[in-house]
């Protein structure tokens, strides 16, 4: 199982990024994906997941309304959409699965068997 996130980098308040998250080594579309966010000094934390049909998704609340994710199945790959980006937004951001088909606890980092390479979200004028 190998998860690749990309698209992170150096933004100014209020603009916007997405970030990919691209599987491999599993069927992906049987499983539910998450991206979780871990800043220096603090605790990781689960930003959103998204069930494996995409019929599902779920956010913390920090960043509902700004955030969106979504998946193309045929192409391995979950998007995570960012606008309206703060500075606490900034962290190393990671995608997860290995929890099954739904999002069932999703925001706690041990529910998740397989993890990704963070990439960087700088949010900083």
């Known amino acids: 199982v190998q998860l690749q996130a990309s698209g992170g980098g150096l933004v100014q308040p209020g603009g916007s990024l997405r970030l990919s998250c691209a599987g491999s080594?599993?069927?992906?579309?049987?499983?539910?994906i998450a991206w979780f966010r871990q800043a220096p000094g603090k605790e990781r934390e689960g930003v959103s997941c998204?069930?494996?049909?995409?019929?599902?998704?779920d956010y913390v609340d920090s960043v509902k309304g700004r955030f969106t994710i979504a998946r193309d199945n045929a192409e391995n790959t979950v998007y995570l959409q960012m606008n309206s980006l703060k500075p606490g937004d900034t962290a190393v951001y990671s995608c997860?699965?290995?929890?099954?088909?739904?999002?069932?606890?999703?925001?706690?980092?041990?529910?998740?068997?397989?993890w990704g390479q963070g990439t960087q979200v700088t949010v900083s004028s």
């Open positions: 998204i069930s494996s049909t995409g019929n599902s998704v």
């Open positions: 080594g599993f069927t992906f579309d049987d499983y539910a």
């Open positions: 997860a699965t290995g929890l099954g088909r739904l999002c069932l606890r999703w925001h706690l980092s041990a529910t998740w068997r397989n």
